[in-house]
């Protein structure tokens, strides 16, 4: 049937992707396909040269002594603690509003989590809250890079040094981000990150990275992504199996070099939404000197709820961005938190939403993103 002469463009009908990566992989095809055809030619399919070449160039873009590749972000949380010797008895300060992985690796080794709450412009540790929060068996701090933005990383490794903690950064949001200059996950005694697909640095599947500027420690992880091995079928401590496959390096080593261009593109795309957006709307604030690498571009309204049907009628679609603080989740009920432990932090948990930001967004959706922002008036709840 042909369409009526009225018609709106194609364009105005289609629901604008959340998340996808099909223009990036189609445009870097023709690198991926021989990277990957390489490791099928060598037959070997973990670890070797394919992964350590991807850790000397990776490890050289971070400005790191070591990188070592693991099999996911979780998992190289859990590397970096058990390579701290944290374990039962142990505390370790973090923040309630995260992606579950970075407590689940704190309870994985059997320490204690101990929440501090959040800043609220930049949604991260708020430094002087964990100082609060530090006890005679708190061994370790851990900040999260949330949606790609640097914690305060300053007064964070002033807390530690001075009280010798170990400071471990989740860096699995902001791979290429930067504080006064240097990339974040080379500040601490460990960087954690992480290529899950969606991240800005993405795998075709699960794959992390532990960082290091510290040469025992890096022996330390090695070990134990292959079960505490010192030589071969030789365990000198439990360890696990966090070993990155050499296809997932391949494609990681072929998008590393286009990695500043698409950080680059969620920033573009972070400043028109940030042009656009009225008043009525919570924006995400750059901390001064610092790079925000936009993995999640997250606004907050108190209206949250009418802001996402809103949005949704435009052929928007939002997530939210994480609506459980992890206090208040069964997995640390054991932990006795209750509701209202962490006003900040339950306040984003209710009112954040995350927008699509995505380097290979059209310039049609970027507009009317961008216009959708601009019209948008909270509705006072209650109001009707
Ligand atoms: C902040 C944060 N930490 C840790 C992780 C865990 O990474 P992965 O999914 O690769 O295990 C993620 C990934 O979603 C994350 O966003």
Same mark, same amino acid.
């Given at each position: 049937?042909?369409?009526?002469?009225?018609?709106?463009?194609?364009?105005?009908?289609?629901?604008?992707?959340?998340?996808?990566?099909?223009?990036?992989?189609?445009?870097?095809?023709?690198?991926?396909?021989?990277?990957?055809?390489?490791?099928?030619?060598?037959?070997?399919?973990?670890?070797?040269?394919? @992964?350590?070449?991807?850790?000397?160039?990776?490890?050289?873009?971070?400005? @790191?002594?070591?990188?070592?590749?693991?099999?996911?972000?979780?998992?190289?949380?859990?590397?970096?603690?058990?390579?701290?010797?944290?374990?039962?008895?142990? #505390? @370790?300060?973090?923040?309630?509003?995260? !992606?579950?992985?970075?407590?689940?690796?704190?309870?994985?080794?059997?320490?204690?989590?101990?929440?501090?709450?959040?800043?609220?412009?930049?949604?991260?540790?708020?430094?002087?809250?964990?100082?609060?929060?530090?006890?005679?068996?708190?061994?370790?701090?851990?900040?999260?890079?949330?949606?790609?933005?640097?914690?305060?990383?300053?007064?964070?490794?002033?807390?530690?040094?001075?009280?010798?903690? +170990?400071?471990?950064?989740?860096?699995? &949001?902001?791979?290429?981000?930067?504080?006064?200059?240097?990339?974040?996950?080379?500040?601490?005694?460990?960087?954690? !990150?992480?290529?899950?697909?969606?991240?800005?640095?993405?795998?075709?599947?699960?794959?992390?990275?532990?960082?290091? &500027?510290?040469?025992?420690?890096?022996?330390?992880?090695?070990?134990?992504?292959?079960?505490?091995?010192?030589?071969?079928?030789?365990?000198?401590?439990?360890?696990?199996?966090?070993?990155?496959?050499?296809?997932?390096?391949?494609?990681?080593?072929?998008?590393?070099?286009?990695?500043?261009?698409?950080?680059?593109?969620?920033?573009?795309?972070?400043?028109?939404?940030?042009?656009?957006?009225?008043?009525?709307?919570?924006?995400?604030?750059?901390?001064?000197?610092?790079?925000?690498?936009?993995?999640?571009?997250?606004?907050?309204?108190?209206?949250?709820? #009418?802001?996402?049907?809103?949005?949704?009628?435009?052929?928007?679609?939002?997530?939210?961005?994480?609506?459980?603080?992890?206090?208040?989740?069964?997995?640390? +009920?054991?932990?006795?938190?209750?509701?209202?432990? !962490?006003? #900040?932090?339950?306040?984003?948990?209710?009112?954040?939403?995350?927008?699509?930001?995505?380097?290979?967004?059209?310039?049609?959706?970027?507009?009317?993103?961008?216009?959708?922002?601009?019209? !948008?008036?909270?509705?006072?709840?209650?109001?009707?």
């Amino acid at each position: 049937m042909t369409p009526p002469k009225t018609a709106l463009p194609a364009t105005a009908q289609r629901t604008i992707p959340f998340f996808d990566l099909s223009e990036q992989t189609s445009e870097l095809m023709a690198e991926l396909r021989p990277a990957m055809d390489r490791v099928l030619g060598t037959q070997r399919f973990i670890l070797g040269e394919e @992964v350590s070449a991807f850790e000397r160039e990776i490890a050289a873009y971070l400005g @790191v002594r070591h990188a070592i590749g693991v099999s996911s972000g979780t998992d190289a949380l859990t590397v970096a603690l058990a390579a701290l010797g944290i374990g039962p008895g142990d #505390e @370790v300060v973090t923040t309630p509003y995260t !992606f579950f992985a970075t407590t689940g690796a704190i309870l994985r080794v059997g320490a204690t989590p101990v929440f501090a709450d959040i800043e609220r412009g930049t949604f991260n540790l708020d430094p002087a809250r964990v100082e609060a929060a530090l006890t005679p068996r708190t061994r370790a701090v851990l900040p999260v890079h949330l949606f790609g933005q640097a914690a305060d990383m300053g007064a964070l490794r002033a807390l530690c040094r001075a009280r010798d903690l +170990a400071l471990v950064e989740d860096a699995a &949001q902001a791979v290429g981000a930067t504080i006064a200059g240097q990339r974040l996950g080379s500040l601490g005694e460990f960087g954690c !990150f992480s290529f899950f697909p969606t991240k800005n640095l993405g795998a075709f599947g699960d794959a992390g990275l532990v960082t290091t &500027q510290d040469d025992r420690l890096a022996t330390l992880a090695r070990s134990l992504r292959s079960h505490g091995f010192g030589e071969r079928h030789h365990s000198l401590r439990l360890g696990g199996n966090f070993r990155l496959d050499a296809l997932q390096a391949a494609v990681l080593r072929v998008k590393l070099p286009h990695l500043d261009r698409l950080n680059a593109q969620r920033r573009s795309h972070a400043a028109a939404y940030l042009k656009a957006a009225p008043p009525a709307l919570e924006l995400p604030r750059e901390r001064a000197g610092t790079e925000h690498v936009y993995n999640q571009f997250v606004v907050r309204s108190p209206a949250r709820a #009418e802001l996402a049907a809103y949005l949704l009628e435009r052929g928007i679609p939002s997530e939210r961005y994480y609506p459980y603080p992890l206090h208040l989740q069964p997995t640390c +009920a054991p932990l006795g938190y209750r509701a209202g432990d !962490f006003p #900040e932090a339950e306040a984003a948990a209710a009112e954040s939403l995350a927008l699509p930001i995505y380097p290979e967004l059209q310039d049609w959706m970027r507009d009317r993103i961008g216009d959708a922002l601009a019209q !948008f008036r909270a509705v006072p709840s209650g109001s009707g």
